[in-house]
Antibody
Framework: EEQLVESGGALVKPGGSLRLSCVGS????????MNWVRQAPGKGLEWISS????????YYADSMGGRFTTSRDNAQNSVYLQMSSLRPEDTAVYYC???????????WGQGTLVTVSS | DIVMTQSPVTLSVSPGERATLSCRAS??????LAWYQQKPGQAPRLLMS???NRATGIPDRFSGTGSGTDFTLTISNLQSEDFAVYYC??????????FGPGTKMEIK
């Protein structure tokens, strides 16, 4: 079964940092570009970043303000989201999702909750 | 960034009827437009890619049209399981782009 499983969500204080992880299984991880998308409580979807399947090229939404860094380790079938200078408005469910070249997301993880609060 | 807008915000439709959802991009995205469906407590599900290509397992009640800046998702013969929130999103060669704010489809 093809699966994406996120982890690392937590309660963190404003200004803090957090690293999310996502492990893929049941498919050839290095065949896919990987993406992070978040959804604040009761709100819509917000694309955060994309990382290409076999190169370190990453793409970020301008709205993230350079505070987030995405990386991947194909040997570990994993993608990571390093978040810094966290703000209350970063509170959201963070989804890991895969896509292929020239295609949108075709599979999502179940999400991990990040809460930024003092 | 390209801005995506969707209308209406909420759509009230009766089962068995047809629903028409609109998505507009602030500049041309060619046919690089996807539609997703999201139900409460679940991750989104891909419905349509390339503006008009149904994803695997999506019934032919769902159809998509458009290119450039204006797109439409039509759902015919609405079933109870179709009541959800629908998002459009543009995408590029190797990365994704912004989502629209969503259209909530509710039972009339």
């Amino acid at each position: 079964e093809e699966q994406l499983v996120e982890s690392g969500g937590a309660l963190v204080k404003p200004g803090g940092s957090l690293r999310l992880s996502c492990v893929g299984s049941g498919f050839i991880f290095s065949d896919y570009n990987m993406n992070w998308v978040r959804q604040a409580p009761g709100k819509g979807l917000e694309w955060i970043s994309s990382i290409r399947r076999t190169t370190p090229h990453t793409y970020y939404a301008d709205s993230m303000g350079g505070r987030f860094t995405t990386s991947r380790d194909n040997a570990q079938n994993s993608v990571y989201l390093q978040m810094s200078s966290l703000r209350p408005e970063d509170t959201a469910v963070y989804y890991c999702a895969r896509s292929q070249d020239f295609m949108p997301i075709d599979s999502w993880g179940q999400g991990t909750l990040v809460t930024v609060s003092s | 960034d390209i801005v995506m807008t969707q209308s209406p915000v909420t759509l009230s439709v009766s089962p068995g009827e047809r629903a028409t959802l609109s998505c507009r991009a602030s500049e041309s995205v060619s046919s690089n437009l996807a539609w997703y469906q999201q139900k409460p407590g679940q991750a989104p599900r891909l419905l349509m890619s390339g503006a008009s290509n149904r994803a695997t397992g999506i019934p032919d009640r769902f159809s998509g049209t458009g290119s450039g800046t204006d797109f439409t998702l039509t759902i015919s013969n609405l079933q109870s399981e179709d009541f959800a929130v629908y998002y459009c999103q543009h995408y590029n060669n190797w990365s994704l782009g912004t989502f629209g704010p969503g259209t909530k489809m509710e039972i009339k």
